[in-house]
């Protein structure tokens, strides 16, 4: 269990750490001089069942609570330090709304100083802190008069923390590995040390972690050994305050406090979140667009507030928020924040991260508001659910799983007992409900039946075109898997490129047909390379216009297809030049503009536009000066006409 202290400047926290733990928190030689803690110190006491004791000691200077902040985030227990000579102080009522804001509901108060005055002032004391503690998550928490210096009362506090202890659950180790660096150094022999607490998963030596925020890419390390509560140990997990020995292509000024320590899954940069926030009541109103520090982990990072519900949030009030950042940190939903001033000199709000991965229009509107509040439910399935049901295109279920902090299996159990249509294009994973799935089929089908009493002579659709005509956002992998289903079950039919519907037949007028068949043998004549409509009007003495005409309506009724402007190949053509590409790409990885133009003779030009135009309906894609299959290529009908 890992114990803050708390309270006003020159209040004893440093010597009652030292009284129940023998150490010294104080580590610097500026605080040994001048008697005060400047910075975040740490004990470490063993206890009777072998586990490990451990205190972080923060400063109380009202002009150290950035500090203060860095080693309260990570803590499970609070310990508030008010001395019996003077009170509650000012900094004893901040770091007290501070704990408050950061959700820290267990506690104890240490009544400091008691030697120094008598008994009545002590009864005072009493009185006093037990109208500052009513109405917090402290209220009711047990009080222990004592002296540090003289060791009365010091046992007795010792053995509650003990018992508290010894009772504590530890943290659920699940979730990918996530701890904030609130500290940075050199050892000799051991290189680069980082230290600080881990928020969860777990971590052992010889894993692989990427310290990020740093830079584009992040850094990557591996931990050499690791201590845990200051002792050498094999594994760490949530909860615990680790030391990790790294080594990698990096320096020790490449680190530092704020930045975090990742499974390199969970390594995801952001500059905004949004989040619920609380005002405290004796606090201003905030309003939108006000500058603040943002502490949230071991890191202060400048930013701005924008509102999401109205133009302020209350004093006392809660409200919903995006917090926009002026540089990159990470977090995941159910991290708690604090926010402080522009001049960093008063807290004026707190929160709980909702979305680390918010879109980026839309923000106001009910649907999305309504998925926020359902993001404050511990539960995850409550907000995949509704996020299931809010997004027609699927939910990025990796994006989900890492604003969740899931782990593979938990992610993957998660989307089993959601009953999502799962749907995996490489490394993305798309999630749909039944009833959303079961929608998007629909769409698609009446899409496809607006388009065929539009325009009754064409024989159907391309694949990209009606997957824009479906749902615009809706992802290939996505477009490509409904269609499978749709035509396994009989409800889409598929006549070379165009899908459409089972009862639909294109029909060409009787004279169109007439003028084809005079014109086609010009067509036949050079399949991979045919002539043009004016050249095909030339050679034939029929008008350009009415080429051009004609050529388009049979380009919609399945006969021909328009792979470059004016210039239109027959349907046994391009089945044969897909066949090509195919083999191409079986041979040689990708088709290749050189490659095609030997194959089938002609000019350079041509080959571009033919491998543009099987780029353009989705049967390849470019991959630099290559033309690689889609995963779904083979599926195209007109590869056998």
Known sequence: MIIGTAGHIDHGKTTLVKALTG?????????????????????????????????????????????????????????????????????????????????????????????????????????????????????????????????????????????????????????????????????????????????????????????????????????????????????????????????????????????????????????????????????????????????????????????????????????????????????????????????????????????????????????????????????????????????????????????WNLAGEAAAALWQDAALRVIRDGAELTGFSAAGWQALGERLLAALATEHQRAPDMVGVERERLRRLTLPALARAAFDALVAELLAAGHLAASRAWLHLPQHQASLAAGDRDLFAVLKPLLDAAPSGPPRVRDVAQASGTAEETVRQLFRRLARAGELYPVAHDHYFTADAVAQLAALVAALNTEQGAARAADLRDRIGGGRKVAIHILEFFDRIGYTRRVRDGHVLRSTASGHAWLNP
């Open 23 to 403: 150490v010294d928190a104080d580590r610097l030689p500026e605080e040994k001089a001048r008697g005060i803690t400047v910075d975040l110190g740490y004990a470490y006491t063993p206890l009777p069942d072998g586990s490990v004791l451990g205190f972080v000691d923060v400063p109380g200077h009202e002009r150290l609570i950035h500090n203060m902040l860095a080693g309260a985030t990570g803590i499970d227990f609070v310990l508030l330090v008010i001395a019996a000579d003077d009170g509650p102080m000012p900094q004893t009522r901040e770091h007290l709304e501070l704990v408050e804001l950061l959700g820290i509901h267990r506690g104890a108060v240490a009544l400091t100083k008691c030697d120094a005055v008598d008994a009545a002032r002590i009864g005072a004391a009493r009185g006093e802190i037990e109208a500052l503690l009513a109405g917090t998550r402290l209220q009711g928490s047990p009080l222990f008069a004592l002296s540090a210096t003289t060791g009365e009362g010091v046992a007795a506090l010792r053995a509650h923390l003990e018992a508290v202890a010894a009772a504590h659950q530890a943290r659920r180790s699940d979730g990918r590995f996530r701890l904030a660096i609130d500290r940075c150094f050199s050892l000799a022999g051991i290189g680069t040390v980082v230290t600080g607490t881990a928020f969860s998963g777990s971590i052992g030596a010889g894993d692989t972690v990427m310290i990020a925020p740093a830079g584009h890419d992040g850094i990557k390390a591996r931990v050499k050994t690791l201590h845990v509560q200051d002792r050498p140990a094999a594994r760490g997990q949530a909860g615990d305050r680790c030391a990790l020995a790294l080594t990698g292509d990096f320096e020790k000024a490449d680190i530092g406090r704020g930045m975090w320590v990742v499974d390199p899954v969970a390594a995801r940069p952001l500059t905004r979140f949004q989040a619920g926030l609380q005002v405290p009541a004796a606090q201003a109103a905030l309003k939108h667009w006000t500058p603040v520090h943002v502490h949230l982990g071991a890191a202060d990072i400048t930013g701005r507030v924008a509102l999401l519900e109205g133009d302020q949030i209350e004093p006392g009030a809660a409200g919903l928020a995006e917090i926009l950042l002026d540089h990159e940190t990470i977090a995941v939903r159910g991290d708690r924040f604090v926010l402080r001033d522009a001049s960093a000199r008063h807290t004026i709000a707190g929160g709980r991260v909702l979305d680390g991965f918010p879109p980026a229009r839309h923000k106001r509107s009910p649907a999305r508001l309504a998925l926020l509040a359902a993001l404050g439910d511990d539960d995850a399935a409550t907000s995949l659910h509704l996020l299931a049901e809010q997004s027609a295109a699927g939910v990025d279920l990796a994006r989900f799983a890492a604003n």
